[in-house]
DNA sequence: AGGTTAGTAATTTTT
DNA sequence: TTACTAACCT
C-alpha cells in the first residue's frame, strides 16, 4: 500500500500525504518536483480517495502531461486511462466542446493557431478602416491576448485600460475580432479558458457539475499561471479545496506572455488555512553550482525565500567558469573546443547543451559544430505543424472536413499559384459578406452566375470539383489516402518539385512525414485537434547530439555539462527587457540566469565576448552584472586575466565603434584542433554532385582528405567535412 | 497576376 | 546581416 512512498525525503513525502485542503508546494529546480506531482495524484488513487476521473491534473506543455500519465501509469501497474489530466487549453478545449453552446459555438469549433489568429485580426483591422502599416496587427493581438490573460471580455475593458492602442479603438477592434470568431465558428488559444472561465462564473449548474466530478486539482508550473488561468482554478476548487499547486517563484521566467508571479506569492491569501511545503534538497548538481545559482538569485527581492543545498553526499565538483573572449567567434570556437575535449574524454555530446538568451545566438554555435564535425540538435524553432508546407496541406484537410473554414480556404486558394489574386478574392469576399455564407459556397454560387470570369473562374472551378472528388475519397479510402491524393492532384507536390530552393526537398520530406502522422489518428478531426493543441516537434530527438536552445526553452531539462554564452550587459540581462519592464524585468532576466545554471548537474561554462557583431557591425560589450553577483569562491575565472588586460589594451574606444581585423587574432587553443579521421570509405569524387543538410545541393570541386570544397547551387563555395553530404 | 525592388525592422513564445 | 513587406513594374 506504501510502496509508492518508499524513496521519497520527508519534505517529499509530506507534499504527497496531505492530500486534503489547499496546498502549496514550492519546489526548487532539481528537487524532485514532478516526482512528487505524480506520485501524489497515485497516492489519492491508491488509497480509494478518488477514481482516475475525479482527479483533474493540469501541465503547462503536453510534454509534461505526457510525462505524468507515464509516470502515474507505471505508479497504477497499468495504463492511465480516463483522466482529467492535460495542459489548460487542452483540458479547456475538451470541457468547452461539452458547453459551446452557451458562448455561442458549436461542439465543433475550430481552434485557430496564431497564424489564423493574425490574419483574422488584420482583416478585422482593415475592415474598419485602420492604418495596418502605422497599427501593426501583432501589437493588437499582443494587447487582446493580454486582456484574454486577464479574463477580460470586450464588454470588461474599462475606457481606462482602452487608451493604448490607435487612440483608443482596441476595444471596439477586440469586440469585433470576436464577433467574426464566433461567426467562423472558432476560438483561438485564449478564448479556450476565457470561455470556460466565463461558463463557469456565469452558469451555476455547469460550475456544480464541475464540482461533483473533480474532487482533487494537481497544478503543475503554478509560478506560469496568469489570471485566467487562476480565476479558472479558483472557480473548480472552491467548494473543496482540495487543490494542490507545485511551483517554483524563482524559475518564473514567462511574465511577457501574461503570467503572474502573485499567483504563487498570494496562495496563503487565496487559499486560508493553505499549507506549504518546500522542497529544497537538490539531487541534481554539485554544491558549487548550487552556491552559484543561490548567490545569484538572493539578488532578486520579492522572493517566497528558499535555499537550494545538496541533496547528494557526493555533490563536490568543479567550480563554475567564467571565460571572458574576445569575440563571438572565439566564443564560439572556445565552446566548440571544450565540447570536442569532453567528448573526447568519453562524455555524450547529449549531456551537453548551450543555452542562450536569443534565439540568433545558436547560429554561431551550429557553424561551428558542423566545422567540428560535431552532431547537433536547436530545440525550439520553427515546430513541425508551423512550417509553411504542414499548415497548408493541414489547410487542405480543414476545408475538406469543415467546407465553411474560410480561414483555411482562404490560405490554399492560390496555393500552389491558380491565377486567383486579391481581385478574385475580394469578389468572393463581397457575396459572402451579403449572403452570410462560407467562402466556398460564395465561390460556388458566383460561379454558377457568371460572377467570376476567366482565369480564377476556371482555377476555382477546378479547385472546388477537386474538394468534392476528395470529399469522396475521404469517405471510401480514409484520410491518410486522401492526403496524399489532395497533395498531388491540387498540384501542390508538382510546385515544390519545380521549387529549385534549398528547402524544396526537406518541405517535400516533412510531407510525406505529415502522412505517416496522420495515420496514427482514427479519425480526422482527431488529428485536426491534436494539430491544434499539441504542436509538437520531437525530430532530431535521437542520437548522441550538443543541444542547442534559448534558455526559456531549457526549463525543465537537465544536463552535466552546460555553457551560458552571451553573458554581456545589454544581450542578457536583455536591454530590451530592462526598458521595458525595468526593475521587474531585470529580476526576471536574472531568474533566467538561475533556470540557466541549474540546469547543470556537474559543470557550466560561462562566457562573455568583449566585442559581438550585430547585424553588420561590431559593438563592444561589457560582462553582464550577474558575473559579479555570482559568489567569488564558487567561480573560476578561466584564462581571464591574460584575456582581461589584453582587452584593456586592445579593446575599441565606444566611440570608434569597428575595429581592424587583424586585431581580432583569436589564441585558439591547439588541443582543440580537428583530431585526424580516417578517411570514409564511399569517398565522394572531385565533380561529385552531393547534397548538404543546410547547404542544399552543389557540385565538389575540390577534395582533401575528409574535407570537401563545395560549389553550392544556392549558397556558393564552402568548406565541409565530408560525412555532412552524400551523394545524390 | 505575379515578379522585382526598395525600405524597414530585428527577444524570449509551454498552448 | 537577413527577412519580410509594400509599392512598383511587366
Known sequence: MTDHLSGLNPEQREAVEAVDGPLLVLAGAGTGKTRVLTTRFAHILLTGRAFPGQVLAVTFTNK???????????????????????????????????????????????????????????????????????????????????????????????????????????????????????????????????????????????????????????????????LVQYLWLRLLAQSHRNICCVGDDDQSIYSWRGAEVENILRFEKDFPGARIVRLERNYRSTAPILAAASGLIAHNEGRLGKTLFPGRDDATGEKVSVTGVWDSDEEARAVGGHIEQLHRDGEKLAEMAVLVRAGFQTRAFEERLITLGLPYRVVGGLRFYERAEIRDAIAYMRVLHQPADDLAFERIVNVPRRGVGEQALRALHTTARERQIPLTAAAAELIEQG???????????????????????????????????????????????????????????????????????????????????????????????????????????????VFLPGWEEGLFPNQRTMDESGAKGLEEERRLAYVGITRARRRVFISHAANRRIYANWQSSIPSRFIEELPDEQVAHAGSVALRRDRMLAAPSVFTGGFPLAARRPRTVEAWEQPARPPREDAIAVGARVFHQKFGYGIVTAAEDDKLDIAFDKAGDKRVLDRFVEKV
Open 64 to 226: 509534461a502531461a505526457r510525462e505524468m500519465r507515464l509516470r502515474v501509469g507505471a505508479m497504477l501497474g497499468r495504463p492511465a486511462e480516463g483522466l482529467w489530466l492535460g495542459t489548460f487549453h487542452a483540458l479547456c478545449a475538451r470541457m468547452l466542446r461539452r458547453h459551446a453552446e452557451l458562448v455561442g459555438l458549436t461542439a465543433s469549433f475550430n481552434i485557430l493557431d496564431a497564424d489564423d489568429q493574425l490574419r483574422l485580426l488584420k482583416q478585422v483591422m482593415e475592415a474598419d478602416g485602420l492604418d495596418t502599416k502605422r497599427w501593426a496587427p501583432p501589437a493588437l493581438m499582443a494587447v487582446i491576448q493580454r486582456w484574454k490573460d486577464r479574463g477580460l471580455p470586450p464588454d470588461r475593458i474599462t475606457a481606462a485600460e482602452n487608451t493604448d492602442f490607435a487612440a483608443g479603438r482596441a476595444r471596439a477592434l477586440y469586440a469585433a475580432y470576436q464577433a467574426r470568431l464566433r461567426t467562423l465558428n472558432a476560438a483561438d488559444f485564449g478564448d479556450l479558458l476565457l470561455h470556460m472561465t466565463e461558463i463557469l462564473r456565469g452558469h451555476a449548474d455547469v460550475l456544480a457539475l464541475y464540482h461533483r466530478t473533480f474532487r482533487y486539482i494537481l497544478v503543475d508550473e503554478y509560478q506560469d499561471t496568469n
Open 451 to 561: 460572377g467570376l470570369r476567366g482565369k480564377p473562374r476556371a482555377a476555382i472551378g477546378d479547385l472546388l470539383a477537386g474538394f468534392a472528388r476528395w470529399r469522396e475519397t475521404l469517405a471510401s479510402e480514409g484520410h491518410v489516402v486522401v492526403l496524399a491524393t489532395l497533395l498531388d492532384e491540387s498540384g501542390y507536390t508538382e510546385m515544390l518539385k519545380q521549387d529549385k530552393s534549398i528547402e524544396a526537398p526537406g518541405r517535400l520530406e516533412n510531407l510525406k512525414e505529415l502522412v505517416r502522422a496522420l495515420a496514427d489518428f482514427e479519425t480526422l478531426a482527431g488529428f485536426l485537434d491534436h494539430v491544434s493543441l499539441v504542436m509538437e516537434n520531437d525530430e532530431n530527438a535521437e542520437g548522441d547530439r550538443v543541444s542547442l536552445m534559448t534558455l526559456h526553452a531549457a526549463k525543465g531539462l537537465e544536463f552535466d555539462t
